[in-house]
């Protein structure tokens, strides 16, 4: 129990709508409309006009697909014109659900480029991902099983500390250790 703030207000607070975007794991995008509907009818909800949408899907590389049926759209595409439904706001927190998963290598690295660029424009990110090799482009890593937190660290430390190379093998390393403890 307890409360939850995002950016210092209660968690769901309507202040919050235009300072929060969120692509959840499946694309949140409407298949019967097309690339930029979709993102004008998201920039609409946050009170943005349609030179933010367009601005939005030249930042996911949409552009020459915006009157596309997102129902046509690849795998990757959709995710891209998801992402920039989330973006259109331009939020200073970015909550992403496993952002990569299901694509191909390329446009994984694409996104993670878009993503530390946003990073770097002041955009906080919060990922979650069962990727452990994604978790190499975080400064901050929140370990979590079965609900619980187990590790609060970088992936540096996490090497460091386990003594172990891969993000993986440290995460289950760290996995091993906590359940040893919970046995007694």
């Known amino acids: 129990s307890g409360t ?9 607070s ?15 995008i409407y298949n019967d409309l097309r690339i930029v509907d979709n993102v004008r009818y998201f920039a609409s909800l946050y009170g943005f006009d349609n030179c933010a949408a367009d601005a939005a899907i030249e930042r996911v590389g949409l552009t020459d697909h915006r009157t596309a049926f997102c129902g046509n759209l690849s795998g990757g595409q959709r995710t891209r014109a998801s992402l920039a439904c989330a ?3 331009r939020p200073e927190l970015l909550v992403l659900d ?5 694509l191909d290598p390329v446009l994984r690295v694409d996104l993670w480029e878009q993503f530390t660029e946003l990073a770097r424009g002041g ?4 990922v979650s991902s069962h990727v452990m090799d994604e978790a190499d482009h975080c400064g901050d890593l929140l370990l979590m ?7 609060h660290t970088t992936p ?10 891969s993000l993986e093998d440290a995460f289950l390393s760290i996995i091993k250790r906590s359940t040893r403890l919970q046995a007694g």
């Open 98 to 102: 496993e952002p990569t998963v299901g």
């Open 14 to 28: 309507p202040a919050l709508r235009r300072r929060v975007g969120y692509m959840p794991q499946d694309p949140t």
């Open 145 to 151: 099983r079965e609900g619980h937190l187990v590790a």
């Open 4 to 12: 939850v703030t995002v950016l210092g207000r209660p968690a769901g």
């Open 87 to 89: 973006l259109v706001c």
């Open 123 to 126: 955009t906080t990110l919060l």
């Open 156 to 165: 540096t430390r996490l090497r460091e500390d386990t003594g172990c190379p």
